[in-house]
C-alpha cells in the first residue's frame, strides 16, 4: 500500500464556516478524478455531515469504536468504507446523540492510522470542539487550515486559534487559515485580502470566494460544488493553495 503523501485536516474556527464543503472539495482535487487513492475522514462523530453532502451512506457503527483497538483491522475498514462515484472514499459514522461519550480514543487512532496506510492522500473533517484524539491527529498531519470567514468574530476566534495552536503544540504545528464566502465585490465592506494578511499574518493561506447559492444547490442535490459547476471560482481558489500547501 502507499505511503500518505498528504494527510490534511480542515477544522471550522467557528459553526457554519464551510470547512466541510472545502474539505471535500479539496478531496475531490488531489483524487483528480479517482486516479489517485484519496479518503475523507468525518471525525464528528456526533453530527457529521459528510456522508449527506456525498450522497453516500454513512457505514461506520458507533459500536466499532467504544470497542478496543485490536477489534480494528484492514477487514473491518474496508467494510466500513463509502464510496462516492467519484471514486473518492469516505469513512464516516452513523452519528447519534452521546457518540462522543463510548467512543475509546485508541480506537480511533488505530482506524486512522489503518487509513493512513492505505491511501496516497487523507482529508480529515475535524470539529472544533477537542477530543481525546484531537492532538494525536493534528500532531499527525501535514497540513492543517482553520477555516474562517471574513467577520470580525471568526477572524478573531481564527487569531485565538492560532496562538492557542502556537503554546500547545510549541511550534511544531503551523496552521494556515482559509478565508471562506470572501466578498470581492468592488464596493463590498469586507476586509481586503492585505487586511487579512495583516491581521493573521504568515498564516494567511488566501481567500475563496463567497458562492453560498451555488454551494447551497450543491448541498441539497448531494453532489460536489465542482460536478455541479467545474470552473466555480469556489473550485478555483480552493486549488490555488491546496496546491500550495501539500505534496
Not at 58 to 82: F, G, N, Q, R
Not at 90 to 109: D, E, K, P, R, S
Request: some cysteine.
Amino acid at each position: 500500500m502507499p505511503s500518505p503523501r498528504n494527510v490534511i485536516v480542515f477544522t471550522p474556527v467557528l459553526g457554519g464556516m464551510g470547512a466541510t464543503t472545502l474539505a471535500i472539495e479539496a478531496a475531490l482535487q488531489l483524487s483528480k478524478g479517482g486516479k489517485e487513492s484519496t479518503c475523507v475522514v468525518d471525525l464528528d462523530l456526533y453530527a457529521g455531515e459528510c456522508a449527506d453532502f456525498l450522497n453516500v451512506e454513512p457505514k461506520l457503527a458507533i459500536d466499532s469504536l467504544a470497542k478496543s483497538s485490536d477489534a480494528i483491522d484492514e477487514h473491518l475498514l474496508e467494510s466500513v468504507m463509502s464510496e462516492h462515484p467519484s471514486g473518492l472514499k469516505l469513512l464516516a459514522a452513523q452519528t447519534h446523540m452521546g457518540a462522543n461519550q463510548v467512543i475509546n480514543a485508541g480506537a480511533v487512532l488505530h482506524l486512522l492510522n489503518l487509513v493512513s496506510s492505505q491511501f496516497a492522500h487523507v482529508i480529515i473533517d475535524l470539529p472544533r470542539t477537542w477530543q481525546p484524539w484531537t492532538d494525536d491527529v493534528v500532531l499527525g498531519s501535514d497540513a492543517i487550515f482553520l477555516i474562517s470567514d471574513g467577520s470580525v468574530p471568526a477572524l478573531r476566534a481564527a487569531r485565538r486559534q492560532l496562538d492557542e495552536f502556537l503554546k500547545r503544540y510549541a511550534g511544531k504545528v503551523k496552521p494556515h487559515v482559509i478565508v471562506n464566502k470572501h466578498d470581492r465585490a468592488w464596493f463590498s465592506t469586507a476586509m481586503r485580502e492585505k487586511d487579512l494578511q495583516a491581521s493573521l499574518g504568515k498564516a494567511f493561506a488566501g481567500t475563496v470566494l463567497d458562492e453560498t447559492k451555488l454551494a447551497r444547490e450543491a448541498i441539497d442535490r448531494g453532489i460536489p460544488i465542482s460536478t455541479l459547476k467545474k470552473d466555480a471560482t469556489l473550485v478555483k481558489d480552493l486549488h490555488t493553495i491546496v496546491r500550495k500547501y501539500t505534496r
